[in-house]
């Protein structure tokens, strides 16, 4: 598996076709983590497209509403990119989506702090905030009714 691969891969997935998109990425991530456990040494450069692959791959699984084989490509990409916004913010965004609030918090605090512009970021951190604080008001006016 080559650059080609992810040059294919993407062109894929900008023009829609998720499934080969998914294929091809597949093949590179399969590849990319086979070439990685058999060496010592750390390849950045390979550990970033592996990063951004996981990442899109991520993407197609998230449209699908396939969450948690989602949160696992986000996971393992930050992994072999620990300062990759866009994978926090994303994983977060599913937590936010699943209800699991502080969790999306703490994953768009994570993107924030890796980069501060990032408008999308705030705006769900926000979000996830005021509505885990009505939640909370929600469950504590439901149990001192009671």
Do not use: W
Not at 15 to 37: N, P, Q, R, T, V
Not at 63 to 74: K, L, P, S, T
Not at 94 to 102: E, K, P
């Amino acid at each position: 598996m080559t650059d080609h691969t992810i040059v294919e891969a993407d062109s894929s997935f900008s023009l829609g076709d998720f499934k080969m998109a998914e294929i091809k990425y597949s093949g590179f991530i399969d590849h990319s983590l086979h070439h990685l456990a058999g060496t010592e040494s750390i390849d950045k450069e390979l550990s970033l497209k592996l990063a951004t692959a996981l990442n899109n791959r991520g993407q197609i699984k998230y449209q699908r509403v396939d969450f948690a084989e989602a949160i696992e490509d986000y996971t393992l990409a930050l992994q072999h990119r620990p300062d990759f916004a866009v994978a926090f913010y994303n994983r977060g965004q599913i937590h936010y989506r699943l209800g699991r609030f502080q969790e999306g918090i703490s994953d768009f605090q994570h993107a924030l702090a890796i980069k501060p512009d990032f408008p999308d970021c705030h705006l769900a951190l926000q979000t996830a905030q005021e509505d885990m604080a009505e939640m909370r008001e929600k469950t504590s006016g439901v149990s001192s009714n009671s």
